[in-house]
């Protein structure tokens, strides 16, 4: 194989659990205001909302703006999973996560809202919860 077609592979190459983890650190919700998560539990696609849920409620996510409002709403309709997040500046973004990775799902909020994509990798000191 030649020296050009192993860096163009090189670079492909990434772990998504990576990539999510990453993704979930960079997580900050200062200019949030609320987040209302709807969903079918029997959809097919419910994994990346779920994850995305679980990223959000997590304590040192939830330290970065403990006034912020998680509302579910568990539908019965077999429609895709979506969530409305409302902003401080009262603009809301509405983002669908039907045939999304959560690592997607995490990234484009992060972006929407003004945070970097990911986060820095490596060890970080422990906070004190």
Do not use: C
């Amino acid at each position: 194989m030649s020296q050009l077609w192993s860096k163009i592979r090189y670079g492909v190459r990434w772990n998504p659990a990576e990539r999510l983890a990453l993704a979930t650190r960079a997580l900050n919700l200062q200019k949030v205001k609320s987040i209302d998560i709807s969903m079918d539990p029997l959809h097919h696609d419910n994994l990346s909302i779920r994850t995305f849920w679980h990223s959000i409620m997590a304590p040192k996510v939830r330290l970065t703006n403990p006034n912020v409002r998680v509302k579910t709403e568990i539908r019965n309709d077999r429609r895709g999973p979506f969530f409305v997040t409302t902003l401080d500046d009262g603009s809301k973004l509405h983002i669908s996560t039907e045939n999304m990775t959560a690592m997607d799902v995490i990234m484009n909020f992060n972006r929407l809202t003004g945070q970097p994509e990911l986060g820095k990798a490596g060890t970080r000191p422990r906070a004190k919860i």
